[in-house]
């Protein structure tokens, strides 16, 4: 799960380190007063959205005056900012941040992310903030330093040491610096965090160091122990369809592909993305029903699924263990006919009742064709799905 740009900076300041003096405002009325009350002669307006590079779209812009502030936030509120990160719908801007400028004497980056292979947190900082760190990494990867935390402790004092003195900074910074690392790390771990960056860390003209931008996302499958994070969530910063799915209790991820997937355990359903790709054709999304998946949650899957607009043929793999495939069976007929079935649908039922499954589909006169493998239903699929 991400949070917003002020919602992460809130966290931070807490419980880490200072954040430029600012105020949310969800009207251009709010960002005047905002302006007013952060009593700067100079601020920034930044649209509050889930992606990075805002500024270079218009999503950040400089104000001098109460006039520029309401304006540039009438400009930004209750429109999409499309950004390389949000694809070309973009996502819809509600609230704006307004801060104060900072007077920049340098710019740093550090950020503790969880590294999946190794299984442990990783902290990695670069004296060259402010910049694309995947870009700086292929261009100077000299100038990043990294270090493997640890999962209880998260970044030890003398890992912040080492990560000081490979970033190249004055000694008079060591001691805040390292304070700020080994205090996030514990953030990191206490808050079960996926990410959190700051990029830019500034060292300010009046010798503070100042998170300049924000970010933060959690993993969703520990929100249940931070109710106070979970309700952070912004819903319309997400894939609708997601958004459903996660309402509905199904595990659902949108991809880019034109076979719409609709499987029963995560296993399966991975096997089952790989198999569509060596046929030819790219799967729409990972969407797992469940092991124990009933009629109802089939229905809400295939609404999901028909959703779609770049979904060119539907393949559903159910393998019956603990699940019935009659049920499973009836769960398609029932959304099939709720909503209106404008592409191919391919089934592959095996497993327990699937003789009585497979039955009812054919008897039912919709246009399904039916698969005895998974090598065939995911060829099948992609045959149907070419123009």
């Known amino acids: ?80 900012l499309v950004t390389r ?21 340098s710019e740093f980056y550090f950020s503790v992310s969880l590294d999946r292979e190794a299984g442990r947190p990783l902290a990695v900082a670069s004296a060259r903030g402010g910049m694309d760190i995947e870009e700086l990494s292929r261009t100077d990867p000299t ?32 001691g805040p610096m390292t304070d700020l690392m080994t205090k996030l790390g514990n953030v990191f771990i206490n808050h079960d965090c996926s990410l959190i960056e700051l990029n830019p860390l ?44 996660k309402c509905s209790g199904l595990s659902y991820v949108g991809l880019n592909g034109s076979i719409g997937c609709m499987v029963n355990g995560a296993g399966l359903a991975m096997a089952t993305m790989d198999l569509i790709r060596l046929s030819g054709a790219e799967p729409a999304n990972f969407l797992d029903v469940g092991g124990a998946a009933t009629a109802e949650k089939v229905a809400a899957a295939f609404r999901i699924v028909c959703g779609d607009e770049r979904v060119k043929a539907i393949l559903v793999n159910i393998f019956g263990g603990i699940v019935r495939c009659d049920l499973i069976a009836e769960g398609i007929l029932t959304a099939a006919r709720e909503v209106e079935l404008r592409v191919p649908l391919v089934v592959r039922l095996d497993g327990t009742k699937a003789d009585e499954g497979r039955r009812a589909l054919a008897a039912s006169g919709l246009k399904i064709t039916s698969a005895d493998s998974l090598e065939d239903a995911a060829a099948k699929a992609a045959a149907l799905a070419r123009p």
Not at 63 to 71: K, L, N, P, T
Request: aromatic share 4%; proline share 5%.
């Open 143 to 174: 100038a990043i330093a990294s270090e493997h935390g640890d999962l209880w402790c998260g970044i030890a004092p003398f890992q912040a040491r080492k990560l000081f003195s490979r970033m190249g900074l004055p000694h008079d910074l060591m």
């Open 1 to 80: 799960m991400n949070i917003h740009e002020y919602q992460a900076k809130e966290l931070v300041r807490r419980h880490v380190v200072a954040v430029p003096a600012g105020r949310v405002a969800a009207s251009p009325q709010e960002a005047g007063a905002a302006y007013e009350e952060i009593g700067r002669s100079h601020a920034v307006v930044k649209a509050q959205v889930h992606a990075g590079g805002r500024g270079k779209v218009g999503g950040v812009k400089s104000v001098s005056s109460r006039a520029e502030a309401e304006s540039v936030a009438q400009e930004l509120l209750g429109r999409p």
């Open 202 to 245: 500034v060292l300010t003209d009046d010798g503070r160091l100042v998170a300049a931008d924000v970010k933060m996302a959690f993993d969703d499958s520990a929100l249940a122990r931070h109710p106070e994070l979970a309700a952070l969530r912004d819903a319309t910063q997400e894939d609708p369809r997601e958004a459903e799915a």
């Open 85 to 105: 990160q949000t694809g070309p719908k973009g996502l819809p801007v509600h609230k704006v941040l307004l801060e104060e400028t900072l007077v920049v004497r």
